[in-house]
């Protein structure tokens, strides 16, 4: 049996238990020793690292191999909680390979009386056996969890951070000697500082001398119980880091304590808003005026649903990690942000998109409970209507936006202005309205305006790859019900309590950033194609509703900062040449500015992710999203492009 053979995802002979502690077969290993857990991570983690003094830094990075059970993260958060200042950060990124199950994690967790409530927290967001990045918000976002599924060294060696400890956990390097080779020891020391430590439960030869070749001075220290010994080093000599072969993709230095204005209250501004308010920043949200009431998230109803891809590459895997993440975020949210019944088929009506369905979901393997195929008589069942069978996703659904936005960053605390142009002055940005009155000052603004943003993002020949369209929906009082959500060819929400259900959406190019006029012939569209699905209506019910999308030329967000387009021509003009981008310099950027906009037609979903990446890119934690992903979301990307193909 593989490691997926398991009916969610899991190989059901993974754990063993032996008396009462979890035993995983494949590596031959318990997950903790059997005497006093608690005091094991206490004594080789905790105190190996000097966690205490750790804790008195205002934003604190811990990585670790092997997150197991949880439990020296479990005991890191209490602690870092009892210690860390109101306003304090913590991040914990961990690489599992063999994530357990939720019921293994649970029976693992019952033998932690005290630490039952964050675990409890913990488990409700667990991804389970999904291979990727999981971000997982705690304690009202001061806890990021950053859970790698997968190998260790691929896992790290995508990402750039910079450890403040190191927690390195797994099984013992002769059951696991993949966790514990020469190329993860590298990682190790590519993520981290002169100054960095690390501790372990094993002081085995080899591992020993494997930190040392990579800079680390290792010392043993006695072990926990029954063990002779355990180690503790930290970082003498900092890794040699060879020339960027992007160095335009070089992130601008972290703000911690930058005043913020945020252009823009959609999904993309709030969410943004919220997790920049979380981790401590000053933050002013704006709010355009009626007249930007084009904005897409002032829609009635948004579906929830994930763009599945097959494929590694950052565009199919940014999209499923952020409805991932979205989902988590979401499920911590009051439950009345959801209109109707949750669950989404994507139905397959003839073999070649049932076997497409299948590859798919053989590729993505995630468990039943995220992603399943069911038959025909059950998508019957479940949409109240004859229906194909196909994808089933019980997550997806309906939400109310206007709920939603008011939850992440409420309606009275947005300032209502219409910003015409920027200024900088001082070191400090100066918003300006229409007539020309600065209505607000920052440090750093992020344009989170949707379409808007193509006003005031610095102009340029390359352009963002910003495209701006027209969409149109319907709501209407429905006959008959859905039981569930259906995408193909557009979408059928479920039907609300109220027997109210949405159905769309079209998508057309449109060239003016202001009102769309509703279209009678879309809406004709839009019945035609979802005909068999469409639950019964009376026509006189429908509401149609309009608004922009912005989406960009490759279905990927702006996300990051602004650069400055004069410097950037300069700097990598070499491209057009084809000469060595060892050598170019690193970029300049507009300092300060920051942009998250063109979400398309998939806003509610990505901007969970996005908040998150761009706050962390702004206080200097870890990313959600590897480096192939950062890379492909930045504005530079368009101008870059340009300069390769020397036009
Ligand atoms: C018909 C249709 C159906 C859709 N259905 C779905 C769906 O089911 N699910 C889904 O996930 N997505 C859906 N989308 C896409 C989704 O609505 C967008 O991706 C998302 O709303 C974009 O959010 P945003 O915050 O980036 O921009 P917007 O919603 O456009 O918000 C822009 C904000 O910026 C403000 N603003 C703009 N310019 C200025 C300025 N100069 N000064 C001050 N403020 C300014 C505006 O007032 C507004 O607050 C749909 C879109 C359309 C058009």
Redesign the pocket.
């Known amino acids: 049996m593989t490691e997926t053979d398991g009916q969610d995802g899991h190989d059901p002979d993974a754990i063993d238990w032996r008396d009462g502690i979890p035993y995983a077969a494949r590596f031959g290993d318990l997950y903790y020793s059997a005497e006093d857990p608690r005091g094991e991570v206490q004594h080789t983690f905790l105190d190996g690292v000097d966690f205490d003094a750790l804790c008195r830094q205002p934003t604190l990075t811990i990585a670790e191999t092997g997150f197991g059970t949880g439990l020296n993260f479990l005991e890191a958060w209490q602690r870092w909680e009892a210690l860390a200042s109101p306003d304090a950060q913590f991040t914990f990124i961990s690489v599992e390979a063999f994530p357990m199950s939720q019921a293994d994690l649970e029976q693992a967790h019952a033998l932690f009386p005290a630490l039952a409530d964050k675990a409890a927290q913990l488990r409700r967001q667990w991804p389970g056996f999904i291979r990727g990045s999981h971000l997982i918000s705690l304690s009202e976002g001061r806890i990021r969890l950053i859970l790698l599924i997968g190998e260790a060294e691929k896992m790290f060696a995508a990402r750039d951070f910079t450890a403040d400890a190191w927690f390195l956990d797994g099984f013992a390097p002769a059951q696991n000697p993949d966790m514990w080779r020469d190329a993860v020891f590298h990682q190790i020391a590519r993520l981290s500082r002169p100054g960095t430590k690390l501790a372990s439960f094993t002081a085995a030869g080899m591992v020993r001398r494997g930190l040392a070749e990579v800079g680390f001075d290792i010392v043993k220290r006695p072990g926990f119980g029954r063990k002779r010994d355990c180690i503790a080093g930290t970082l003498e000599i900092p890794v040699d880091r060879p020339a960027s072969k992007t160095p335009w993709t070089k992130l601008p230095t972290p703000r911690p304590g930058a005043r913020i204005a945020v ?7 709030r969410c943004l808003g919220a997790s920049l308010i979380n981790a401590g920043f000053e933050t002013t949200v ?4 009626e007249s ?1 009431a ?6 009635p ?5 994930p763009k599945l891809i097959r494929g590694d590459q950052p565009y199919p895997r940014f999209w499923r990690q952020a409805y991932l993440d979205a989902l988590r975020v979401l499920d911590g949210i009051a439950p009345d942000i959801w209109c109707g019944p949750r669950g989404l088929i994507i139905p397959a009506p003839d073999q070649g998109i049932r076997d497409r369905q299948a590859a798919l979901k053989g590729e993505l393997a995630w468990p039943t409970d995220i992603l399943r195929q069911i038959d025909s008589s059950e998508a019957a069942d479940r949409l109240g209507r004859a229906c194909p069978g196909g994808l089933f996703l019980p997550g997806a659904g309906i939400l109310d936006p206007s709920r939603l936005l008011e939850r992440l960053v409420p309606d009275t605390t947005l300032l209502q ?4 142009m920027l200024s900088r002055t001082g070191g400090r940005w100066s918003l300006h309205d229409g007539r020309n009155t600065v209505v607000a000052t920052a440090d750093v603004v992020i344009l ?6 193509v ?2 993002l610095p102009e340029h020949d390359a352009g963002y790859g910003l495209r701006i369209g ?4 319907f709501q209407a009082q429905g006959a008959t019900a859905s039981g569930i959500s259906i995408l193909h060819d557009g ?1 059928v929400g479920s039907t609300d309590a109220s027997g109210v259900f949405v159905a ?3 998508s057309e190019g449109w060239q003016n950033i202001g009102p769309v006029p509703v279209d009678p012939a879309a809406t004709d569209r839009i019945q035609n194609r979802l005909a068999d699905y469409l639950p019964d209506f009376s026509t006189e019910s429908m509401n149609a ?6 989406d960009t030329v490759d279905h990927l967000p702006l996300a990051g900062p602004v650069q400055n387009p004069m410097a950037f021509e300069t700097a990598y003009d070499g491209l057009r040449h084809g000469k060595p981008p060892e050598a170019m310099p690193d970029p300049d950027y507009e300092p300060g500015l920051f942009c ?2 063109g ?9 969970f992710t996005l908040a998150d990446q761009m706050t962390a890119m702004l206080s200097g934690n870890p990313l959600p999203l590897d480096r192939d992903m950062t890379d492909a979301l930045l504005p530079n990307r368009f101008q870059i492009r340009n300069l390769r193909r020397n036009l």
């Open positions: 252009i823009g209250a959609g999904i993309a501004g704006i709010q355009g005026p930007r084009w904005a897409a998230s002032t829609l109803r948004a579906l929830i649903a202005t219409d910003v015409k989170a305006c949707g379409p808007g943003a006003e005031l027209s969409g149109q929906l979408y769309g959406a079209t509703w309009t608004g922009l999308r912005c998250l906009t979400l398309g037609a998939r806003g509610f979903q990505a901007a």
